[in-house]
């Protein structure tokens, strides 16, 4: 369904992305495994519209060429993004929060509905649904960004490092969460460092270095991978 081919990105001289290639299928849980300055966030940024990629990117969703266009005609072609750090309107309440993912073309029609799915989702927001956000715990903040972006009744969702600053049982929580999310038919592109949990929900992910995609498997294998075990889980083999 997404179809990244030949993507490199240049912020002035410094390449970021060099020719990277990724797909995502319809319904497929994809994740992006990488250390820190790899280029992940750059790459859901492209793909989001949010960064113009270098002349020659292409970028297809559903068949559409989406290469530079921009962030609010990505969203409208159905992809979601949830960035780094969530960006959540603290001095707003849940609900509104969610009222203002709903604001695209695709999703105004069905803003009642995809709240319903959201509060189906994720409970602990549909009790809290007039609690202002900035007094809610990082867990819950980063479940009303997903919720927000829902709401724009996406096909894909890209998540940039949704566990960031967690804790370990909240963690599980969320990933249980995103399991639902999956097991309703969206696609899932999630950028992470958190290598068990990600894979656990995935049916298949990349490795980026530098900029580079150096390696692409199942979850199963890259659970398995001796290089994702040096990167990622601490072990000396
Ligand atoms: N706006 C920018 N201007 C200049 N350089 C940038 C900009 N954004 C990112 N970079 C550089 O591009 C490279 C990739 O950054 P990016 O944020 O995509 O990495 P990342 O894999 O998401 O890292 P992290 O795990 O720390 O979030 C880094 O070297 C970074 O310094
Ligand atoms: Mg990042």
Redesign the pocket.
């Known amino acids: 369904m997404l179809e990244i081919r030949d993507l490199s ?1 240049h ?2 001289p ?1 390449l ?2 060099d020719r990277i290639s990724v797909a995502v299928g319809r319904g497929e849980t994809v994740v992006m495994l ?12 492209a793909a989001a519209g949010l ?1 113009r990629p270098d002349p020659g990117a292409d970028i297809r969703f559903a068949g559409a060429d989406i290469a530079g266009r921009p962030a609010h005609l990505v969203l409208e072609a159905g992809i979601a993004l949830v960035p ?1 750090g969530r960006g959540v309107f603290g001095d707003l309440t849940v609900e509104e929060n969610l009222a203002l993912g709903a604001y695209a073309r695709r999703a105004r029609a069905h803003g009642r509905a995809s709240r319903e799915l959201v509060y189906g989702l994720f409970p602990k927001l549909a009790d809290r649904r007039r609690q202002f956000v900035n007094t809610m715990s990082g867990g819950e903040q980063q479940m009303v960004a997903i919720g927000r972006a829902l709401m724009s009744k996406p096909d894909l969702l890209m998540l ?2 949704p566990s ?1 600053g967690l804790a370990p049982v909240v963690v599980g929580e969320l990933f249980a969460a995103l399991g639902r999310v999956r097991e309703s038919g969206l696609a899932l592109l999630i ?1 992470e ?1 958190n290598v068990k949990m990600s894979l656990s929900i995935a049916d298949r992910g990349y490795l ?1 270095e530098a ?1 580079r995609i150096v390696g692409e498997d199942t979850a199963a294998g890259l659970m398995n991978d001796d290089a994702v075990k040096r990167a990622f889980l601490g072990a000396t083999v």
Do not use: I, P, R, T
């Open positions: 990105l912020y002035g410094h970021a992305l990488g250390a820190n300055g790899a280029g992940k966030s750059s790459l859901l940024k960064v780094e940039d490092e960031l950028v460092q980026l900029g």
